[in-house]
Structures are given as structure tokens and as C-alpha cells.
């Protein structure tokens, strides 16, 4: 199928601890994994973003890892401020002309 | 450097009727997608145009057109509106593909 399913659909994290978001996809051919942030009433905002030959990429606090044998990848974000507070969303290509998106995972920091 | 510009900001129109939405890339970026973002989903790809040419189209009916431009901007253009196509209208722009970035979207409202 086209899907790419995230998980979960709502996460409640204390700040200062981390906060794990994970997706799966179909498309055994696709290489390329942006995730995106959206905040409310904005537009979503690359954040990371990972191809296929690597495993982990990292930026400062956010991280991605790719899992290609079990068609998986996540998004780690550590030391969580309440800055962090959004919906996000992974997404991959389907082919090379299309994007798919996830249902999106609604984070909430805990003072 | 500007980002991604959309044109309007906000429309309301009636059942049947037509509209059209503009974007504008970033700079040097010869890709646009567009994207209709539901209330809690995320974003749902319908068109994809490279160099003028469209390279990839989503499950959307016929009602849906678009079209790229010499200088890389584009128009999505949606006739005989339906209720259902009330939603937030996103356009992303690429150098190629991915690496997408979006604008600001315009909030279509149909009554």
C-alpha cells in the first residue's frame, strides 16, 4: 500500500525527558525520510531529514534513526522544552514523485 | 532570501463555484508540490510539477488542475467546489525533490 503510519498519535512527555516518535512504510525503494514539526496554525517546518545510506542523523537535540530491514524510522528529541510542544509528522516518497505524509503525532510538554 | 509565498491568505467561496491559489517558490527552486491539509491530518499530497511538467499526481478527482509557470511559480486551480474541499492548500518547493519546504497555505473556506 501507500501508507507511512505513525505512532503514537498523542505523546505527553516531562520536560527535560525525551520523547520518541516512530513511523513505518511500505515502499521498500524509498530512500528518503523528512520529518516535519507544525505548530498551530503555521506552516510544517523541516526539521531532519535522512536518506537511505545512513543510520542515525543528529541535530543538536532532535535525532532520526533508520531501520531499512524492518522498514522503520524515528524521531528522537531529548531534553524536551516546552518550545517543543507541536504536531509531527513523517513522511516518505512514494516513487520519486510523490510524498506521503503521516497522520501526525501530537507532542505535549509537561511543565 | 524569501520563503515560499502563497497567495490568498484566505478565501471563501460557495458550492460550485471555482477558485484558483498561487504559489511562489523559493528561489533557484524549480519543484512545487501541493498539498490539502484537513483539520487534524496531515498534509495529502495532490500534484507534483518539475521544470513545468507535472511529475506526479495524488488520489484527487478531475475537479483538480495545476500548472507550473516559466518562472517556476505555480497555480492550483479547483472547479464546481464541493463542500469537502474546505481545508488549509499548501504548496512546498524543492530544488528537485526533496527537501521540501512550504509556504504559509491559503485557508479555503467553501459554504
Known amino acids: 500500500g501507500e501508507n507511512v503510519e505513525q505512532h503514537p498519535s498523542t505523546l505527553s512527555v516531562q520536560e527535560g525527558d525525551s520523547a520518541v516518535i516512530k513511523c513505518t512504510y511500505s515502499?521498500?525503494?524509498?530512500?528518503?525520510f523528512p520529518w516535519y514539526k507544525q505548530e498551530l496554525g503555521k506552516r510544517p517546518q523541516l526539521i531532519i531529514d535522512?536518506?537511505?545510506?545512513?543510520g542515525e542523523k543528529k541535530d543538536q537535540r532532535i535525532a532520526v534513526t533508520l531501520n531499512k530491514t524492518a522498514k522503520h524510522f524515528s524521531l528522537h528529541i531529548t531534553e524536551t522544552q516546552p518550545e517543543d510542544s507541536a504536531v509531527y509528522f513523517c513522511?516518505?516518497?512514494?516513487?520519486?514523485?510523490?510524498?506521503?505524509f503521516g497522520k501526525g503525532t501530537r507532542l505535549h510538554i509537561l511543565p | 532570501d524569501a520563503g515560499v509565498t502563497q497567495s490568498p491568505t484566505h478565501l471563501i467561496k460557495t458550492r460550485g463555484q471555482q477558485v484558483t491559489l498561487r504559489c511562489s517558490p523559493i528561489?533557484?527552486?524549480?519543484?512545487v508540490s501541493w498539498y490539502q491539509q484537513v483539520l487534524g491530518q496531515g498534509p495529502q499530497f495532490i500534484f507534483q510539477?518539475?521544470?513545468?511538467?507535472?511529475?506526479g499526481r495524488g488520489n484527487f478527482p478531475d475537479r483538480f488542475s495545476a500548472r507550473q509557470f516559466p518562472n517556476y511559480s505555480s497555480e492550483l486551480n479547483v472547479n464546481a467546489l464541493l463542500l469537502g474541499d474546505s481545508a488549509l492548500y499548501l504548496c512546498?518547493?524543492?530544488?528537485?525533490?526533496?527537501?521540501?519546504?512550504f509556504g504559509p497555505g491559503t485557508r479555503l473556506t467553501v459554504t
Open positions: 512546498a518547493s524543492s530544488e528537485t525533490f526533496y527537501e521540501q519546504y
Open positions: 515502499d521498500s525503494a524509498s530512500n528518503y
Open positions: 535522512i536518506r537511505s545510506n545512513v
Open positions: 513522511a516518505g516518497p512514494l516513487g520519486d514523485d510523490k510524498i506521503i
Open positions: 528561489s533557484g527552486h524549480k519543484s
Open positions: 510539477y518539475y521544470e513545468k511538467e507535472e511529475r
